[in-house]
């Protein structure tokens, strides 16, 4: 394997998180700064962000949400983030909006792209979520027009992988495994 820095090397997606474990505030700001320096086009940041620290209204409103088979794991996050794009030639709170379906999205994952590594830095874990009710979060939400749900990213601390249902914690537990670099490469 290609030298790799660790903060990419060990980061994974686990599921099993800490259900006593907090996000504190310095952390959680650490983690949006990352994602406000992520490179977008015409430097427009085209991502909002709502974030719910456990047991607050956002937080439940961004848990009902999901899909049930990912509530059991994700009530344990210490938070939960919405990640949201503009719509194409939205102006919210600054920055033009793009072609929502590749230019924004794509500008938004490079943002939670950037908070997945600093959470990895600060000994944090995220887990993203892309099937959930995207229109009823949006109205749970109360978003405004022109603002599209993505993604929402469960981060906490490690927690105890045997407090996961059997197929998950196989899961957990498993070894990791990549697609070979070869097989990526179109030729």
């Known amino acids: 394997m290609a030298d790799l820095t660790p ?15 907090t996000l504190t505030a310095d952390e959680a700001a650490s983690l949006l700064e990352a994602a406000r320096w992520a490179p ?16 607050d209204e956002t937080w439940k409103r961004i848990l009902v949400n999901l899909p049930e ?9 210490a938070a939960l983030l ?5 719509a194409a030639g939205t102006v ?15 500008d938004l994952g490079q943002a939670v792209a950037h908070l997945t590594v600093q959470a990895t830095a600060l000994g ?7 099937g959930f009710d ?17 993604v929402v990213v469960a981060v906490g601390r ?15 537990i498993g070894l990791r495994r990549r697609r070979p670099l070869a097989d990526l490469l179109l030729r």
């Open 124 to 130: 944090l874990y995220v887990r993203q979520i892309a």
């Open 69 to 77: 088979d990912d509530q059991p794991w994700a009530r344990h996050a």
């Open 92 to 106: 919210a709170g600054g920055g033009a909006g793009r072609d929502a379906g590749t230019g924004a999205a794509y």
């Open 40 to 55: 977008s086009a015409d430097n427009g940041q085209p991502w909002r962000f709502a974030l719910g620290h456990r047991d």
């Open 158 to 172: 490690l927690g105890d992988p045997s407090s996961l249902p059997t197929a998950l914690r196989d899961r957990e």
């Open 82 to 86: 919405l990640g949201a794009h503009l």
């Open 7 to 21: 903060l990419l090397a060990f980061r994974w997606s686990p599921r099993a998180f800490d259900p006593a474990a």
């Open 134 to 150: 995207h229109a009823g979060l949006a109205a749970d939400l109360d978003l405004p027009a022109g603002v599209r749900p993505l």
